[in-house]
């Protein structure tokens, strides 16, 4: 296999999901291989280990969940794992023993944002301008107006989320 040897985002999926624990301390953890599957790295592989501790077991639940697991509460069984193409965050880590990546967050793909352009983009610039003075002249330590009393504020669309 060819490791991955760079920190960055990068979308991947898992091919591998497995029980473990450290040789030393036996901590237990659920290991994963992911596959690069886009840009300069796709084909590129790199492995995390999701921790089974009181601290982490919270982010192993979602991150698996995220990669597709099907049976939770089920640890022993791993299916479903590597269905799902996710986002995972990875890290260079630096130990006596040299530098080695370290996947961090594993994010679901089917919570990105998406980037506004044009009109809505526009509405939005247009519903925030008041907001936005408000808040500028507060920080500036002035009284701020009155929202409705600002252009492109209180056209009857007074939600502020």
């Avoid at 985002?9 to 596959?35: N, Q």
């Avoid at 991150?63 to 089920?74: E, F, R, S, T, V």
């Avoid at 980037?115 to 247009?126: F, T, V, Y």
Wanted: net charge negative.
């Amino acid at each position: 296999m060819n490791w991955l040897k760079t920190a960055g985002v990068f979308r991947a999926k898992a091919i591998d999901a497995f029980l473990g624990e450290t040789s030393k301390k036996h901590s237990p953890y659920v290991g994963l291989t992911f596959r690069i599957t886009e840009g300069l790295h796709a084909g590129e592989h790199v492995e995390a280990q999701l921790w089974l501790s009181d601290r982490a077991i919270d982010w192993t639940v979602v991150g698996l969940i995220h990669c597709g697991w099907k049976h939770a509460p089920d640890i022993d069984n791993l299916e479903g794992v590597g269905d799902k193409e996710v986002e995972i965050v990875v890290e260079l880590e630096q130990t006596e023993r040299g530098e080695y990546t370290k996947v961090r967050y594993i994010n679901s793909l089917e919570s990105k944002r998406t980037r506004l352009s044009g009109e809505r983009a526009a509405e939005l610039a247009k519903r925030m301008r008041g907001p936005i003075a408000a808040a500028q002249q507060k920080l500036a330590g002035a009284t701020p107006p009155a929202a409705a009393d600002l252009p492109g504020f209180g056209d009857g669309d007074d939600i502020p989320f």
